[in-house]
């Protein structure tokens, strides 16, 4: 598995990464402390930020 791409929010608290399997398969993990969730789609993940209080709009390039 391999990190393609990350966004997280401007304290860095909660981050969203596309995930890519070496079989070509791909899906986004959730960050937040010491939880980990792994194969969502994008629409589980809106749900969950959603859930928190964040926009995706809220999140941001992490080297930017």
Known sequence: MKVIGAMQTPDGAWRVEVVR???????????????????????????LLTQAGIDLSDLSDPAA
């Open 21 to 47: 399997h070496a079989s070509g398969s791909r899906w986004y993990r959730v960050v937040h402390g010491d939880s980990t969730i792994d194969y969502l789609t994008i629409t589980r993940v809106t749900e």
